[in-house]
């Protein structure tokens, strides 16, 4: 049975490796007007298309990028300084670049 007290304040999908899945991550969160969540990708490029194809959606609170490159995750964030919504970076769990 669903708990009524539970409260969430925000959603995370993290390691997103496409910009297609992060747009059926969105089609379903439509069906939750109230939720809040960020999207964190394991690719720079990826990260952009879907940044470029959601920048509007309300209910995303920051794009991101994990398991990428430190150098790759200092230019995307360079690149996204000034926009509106949070930025999230992120190492793998213990990986060597």
Do not use: H
Request: net charge positive; aromatic share 12%.
């Amino acid at each position: 049975a669903p708990r009524k007290n539970f409260r969430c304040d925000f959603l995370a999908f993290e390691t997103i490796p496409a910009a297609i899945e992060a747009r059926v991550i969105a089609a379903i969160m439509k069906k939750y007007p109230m939720a809040q969540y960020w999207l964190s990708f394991s690719s720079t490029e990826e990260c952009e298309k879907a940044r470029e194809k959601l920048k509007d959606n309300n209910q995303i609170i920051g794009f991101g990028v994990n398991c990428v490159s430190p150098s790759q995750a200092l230019l995307w964030l360079e690149a996204v300084k000034t926009e509106r919504f949070d930025k999230i970076v992120y190492p793998n769990a213990s990986g060597q670049y």
